[in-house]
Protein backbone atom coordinates (compact mmCIF):
# COMPACT_ATOMS: atom_id res chain seq x y z
CA UNK A 1 0.00 0.00 0.00
CA UNK A 2 1.00 3.38 -0.89
CA UNK A 3 0.28 6.86 1.13
CA UNK A 4 -0.72 9.69 -1.14
CA UNK A 5 -1.52 13.15 -0.08
CA UNK A 6 -2.44 15.48 -2.05
CA UNK A 7 -2.03 19.33 -1.65
CA UNK A 8 -2.13 22.67 -3.77
CA UNK A 9 -6.20 22.96 -3.94
CA UNK A 10 -8.10 26.20 -3.69
CA UNK A 11 -10.34 29.18 -4.82
CA UNK A 12 -9.55 30.91 -8.32
CA UNK A 13 -11.46 33.03 -11.19
CA UNK A 14 -12.27 31.49 -14.42
CA UNK A 15 -9.93 31.03 -16.82
CA UNK A 16 -7.00 31.42 -13.55
CA UNK A 17 -4.68 28.19 -12.71
CA UNK A 18 -3.24 26.11 -9.72
CA UNK A 19 -0.82 23.19 -9.82
CA UNK A 20 -2.02 20.51 -7.25
CA UNK A 21 0.69 17.94 -5.99
CA UNK A 22 0.51 14.42 -4.66
CA UNK A 23 3.22 12.84 -2.40
CA UNK A 24 3.53 9.13 -2.09
CA UNK A 25 4.86 7.09 0.91
CA UNK A 26 5.39 3.51 1.41
CA UNK A 27 5.27 0.64 -0.93
CA UNK A 28 7.44 1.52 -3.84
CA UNK A 29 6.64 4.01 -6.64
CA UNK A 30 8.38 2.36 -8.90
CA UNK A 31 6.35 0.85 -12.14
CA UNK A 32 3.00 2.45 -11.02
CA UNK A 33 0.68 4.19 -12.70
CA UNK A 34 -0.18 7.50 -11.40
CA UNK A 35 -3.50 9.17 -12.22
CA UNK A 36 -5.95 12.20 -11.01
CA UNK A 37 -9.39 11.67 -10.88
CA UNK A 38 -12.28 14.39 -9.42
CA UNK A 39 -15.78 14.18 -7.77
CA UNK A 40 -18.13 17.47 -8.10
CA UNK A 41 -21.37 17.22 -5.64
CA UNK A 42 -24.03 14.78 -7.10
CA UNK A 43 -21.96 13.44 -9.74
CA UNK A 44 -19.84 10.46 -10.54
CA UNK A 45 -16.15 10.49 -10.12
CA UNK A 46 -14.48 11.12 -13.32
CA UNK A 47 -11.07 10.43 -14.69
CA UNK A 48 -9.00 13.61 -15.11
CA UNK A 49 -5.36 12.49 -16.75
CA UNK A 50 -2.45 9.79 -15.75
CA UNK A 51 1.00 8.96 -16.53
CA UNK A 52 3.28 5.71 -16.74
CA UNK A 53 5.96 4.77 -14.92
CA UNK A 54 9.06 4.20 -17.51
CA UNK A 55 8.05 6.58 -20.23
CA UNK A 56 6.10 8.95 -18.44
CA UNK A 57 3.30 8.71 -21.78
CA UNK A 58 0.41 10.58 -20.70
CA UNK A 59 -3.76 10.34 -20.89
CA UNK A 60 -5.64 13.27 -20.72
CA UNK A 61 -9.64 13.23 -20.20
CA UNK A 62 -10.71 15.42 -23.65
CA UNK A 63 -12.80 18.15 -21.02
CA UNK A 64 -8.71 19.15 -19.74
CA UNK A 65 -6.94 17.78 -22.95
CA UNK A 66 -4.95 21.27 -23.87
CA UNK A 67 -5.89 22.64 -20.37
CA UNK A 68 -4.22 20.53 -17.65
CA UNK A 69 -0.33 18.79 -17.29
CA UNK A 70 0.09 15.80 -15.37
CA UNK A 71 3.50 15.13 -14.84
CA UNK A 72 5.61 13.15 -12.75
CA UNK A 73 9.09 13.28 -10.36
CA UNK A 74 9.69 9.66 -9.09
CA UNK A 75 13.40 10.26 -7.34
CA UNK A 76 10.79 12.93 -5.25
CA UNK A 77 7.80 9.90 -5.79
CA UNK A 78 5.62 13.26 -6.35
CA UNK A 79 3.35 13.75 -9.58
CA UNK A 80 1.39 16.70 -10.15
CA UNK A 81 -1.35 18.20 -11.96
CA UNK A 82 -0.97 21.73 -13.70
CA UNK A 83 -4.31 23.28 -14.94
CA UNK A 84 -4.63 26.42 -16.58
CA UNK A 85 -7.25 28.31 -17.90
CA UNK A 86 -9.71 26.86 -15.53
CA UNK A 87 -13.41 26.58 -15.86
CA UNK A 88 -16.50 26.58 -13.44
CA UNK A 89 -17.28 23.17 -14.54
CA UNK A 90 -13.67 21.96 -13.30
CA UNK A 91 -15.55 23.24 -9.38
CA UNK A 92 -14.28 19.61 -7.32
CA UNK A 93 -12.55 17.32 -5.29
CA UNK A 94 -9.29 16.00 -6.81
CA UNK A 95 -7.79 12.93 -6.21
CA UNK A 96 -5.00 11.25 -7.19
CA UNK A 97 -4.69 7.44 -7.00
CA UNK A 98 -2.41 5.07 -7.96
CA UNK A 99 -1.95 1.35 -9.29
CA UNK A 100 0.70 -1.11 -10.59
CA UNK A 101 -0.44 -2.35 -14.19
CA UNK A 102 -1.65 -1.45 -17.04
CA UNK A 103 -3.11 2.41 -17.49
CA UNK A 104 -6.54 2.58 -16.49
CA UNK A 105 -9.61 5.52 -17.08
CA UNK A 106 -11.41 3.62 -14.55
CA UNK A 107 -11.47 4.97 -11.04
CA UNK A 108 -12.13 1.32 -9.32
CA UNK A 109 -8.59 -0.03 -11.09
CA UNK A 110 -6.60 1.88 -8.53
CA UNK A 111 -6.07 0.51 -5.30
CA UNK A 112 -4.50 3.39 -3.19
CA UNK A 113 -6.10 6.81 -3.02
CA UNK A 114 -5.47 10.25 -1.38
CA UNK A 115 -7.96 11.87 0.84
CA UNK A 116 -8.60 14.60 -2.13
CA UNK A 117 -8.48 18.44 -2.05
CA UNK A 118 -10.76 20.75 -3.00
CA UNK A 119 -11.27 22.94 -6.33
CA UNK A 120 -13.50 25.90 -6.40
CA UNK A 121 -13.78 28.30 -9.69
CA UNK A 122 -15.45 31.32 -9.59
CA UNK A 123 -17.02 32.70 -12.21
Known amino acids: QVQLVESGGGLVQTGGSLRLSCAAS????????MAWFRQAPGKEREFVAA????????YYADSVKGRFTISRDNAKKTVDLQMNSLKPEDTATYYC????????????????WGQGTQVTVSS
Open 97 to 112: AARWGATSYSGSAYSD
Open 26 to 33: GRTFTNSI
Open 51 to 58: ISWGTART
